[in-house]
């Protein structure tokens, strides 16, 4: 079951607003109601918004009229766009959206040809995502023991990718193995994506779990209840600093004071090197109402003023070491992540 797929010239993804209460398939026919999904978050998690961005892009090459080369560009640097201003911080959506683009103005191809190779690699994205999350699963369990209790926050499952998932990717491959392990499930709010999503997956995968306040963590931590963190990752700079779902930098920070160990789990493709640190990670801030509201019932006073950033940077102190498909990244980050990333970047 993929979260999101292209087939017969129609997107079909997980309509992720609707769950755990019933698990629904959207049909996406134009790339201005992809751009919608991922702003309104029927999809989300940064390597499921990488893969959307490109279906994005497929969806706006087959329904291109033009019959230059050019005005295929055109229409396709549009939709780009339309489609790269939806969510700011998770760099996989730039990522694929450029990554087609490069491969579109470097073909000599016909108007007629250039169609295919939009969609082929949109689908090559897709399967990658896959591929890539499969081996990073394995190494991010190799770092979990039996006997373990993890506090995981937000949702880094197969529903924030294509399929099996970042952070959590490694915990539901650590239970396959058979070790003994409890994952403390975070609320993640404001938009409860631990409680709604990451319970809904851990418990279809039979993984013993127990969902708490996004708030008891630090009870967990001070009482060495909790033996280690794990999260995702929505761009991480080059000196291994990370922005991740809001609330991951004071769940670090607690884990740090208390000796347990925290990792970030993420594909390489989510790390930016092009910034020298987590200051300058764009931060998206969202609506009001998800902070006002839950589930549609308001709670807050009619007129109150609200902050909603939806993500957060960890400072690199507070990592214990970076999961990433060629392997576990400990520190000193700046030199070891250029290592890692140096075979693409090259
Ligand atoms: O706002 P979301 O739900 O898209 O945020 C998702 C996260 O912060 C995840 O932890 C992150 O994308 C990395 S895991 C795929």
């Known amino acids: ?137 394995r190494f991010g369990a190799a770092l979990i023991q039996d006997g373990d209790t993890i506090i995981h926050h937000c949702n880094t499952g197969p529903l924030a990718t294509v399929d099996v998932g970042t952070a959590l990717g490694c915990i539901i491959e650590a239970h396959r193995q058979g070790k003994k392990i409890h994952v403390l499930v975070d609320e993640t709010r404001p938009r409860l994506q631990g409680a709604r999503l990451t319970a809904w997956e851990l418990m279809q995968y039979g993984v013993p779990m127990t969902l708490i306040a996004d708030n008891a963590g630090g009870h967990y931590l001070y009482r060495g209840l909790a033996t280690k963190v794990f999260f995702g990752a929505d761009r991480v700079a080059s000196n291994g600093d990370v922005a991740n779902k809001i609330g991951s930098y004071k769940l670090a920070v607690v884990a740090h004071e208390n000796n347990v160990p925290v990792y970030s789990v ?5 790390i930016d090197m092009t910034l020298a640190s987590g200051r300058e990670i764009p931060i998206e801030e969202r609506g009001a109402d998800e902070v006002t509201t839950i589930e549609g019932v308001r709670f807050a006073p009619q007129g109150v003023r609200v902050g909603n950033p939806a993500f957060d940077v960890t400072p690199n102190k507070y990592l214990t070491a970076i999961v990433t498909e060629r392997g576990v990244v400990y520190p000193p980050f700046q030199e070891n992540l250029q290592r890692v990333m140096d075979p693409v970047e090259g």
């Open 1 to 137: 079951m993929r979260t999101l797929e292209l087939r017969d010239g129609i997107v079909r993804m997980i309509d992720q607003r609707r769950l755990p209460q019933e698990l629904v398939y959207v049909e996406i026919r134009d790339y201005p109601t992809v751009a919608r999904s991922i702003k309104e978050m029927w999809v989300r998690g940064a390597p499921a918004i990488g893969a959307a961005g490109g279906f994005g892009l497929a969806l706006a090459a087959m329904a291109s009229h033009a019959t230059t080369r050019e005005d295929f560009v055109r229409d396709l640097e549009h939709a780009g766009q339309d489609l790269y201003e939806t969510r700011p911080t998770a760099v996989n959506l730039g990522w694929a959206i450029q990554r087609i683009l490069k491969k579109v103005r470097a073909s000599n191809l016909p108007v007629k040809d250039l169609r295919d190779l939009v969609v082929a690699e949109a689908q090559q994205i897709a399967e990658e995502d896959i591929a890539t999350n499969e081996k990073m699963a």
């Open 266 to 270: 993420m594909p390489t493709t989510t």
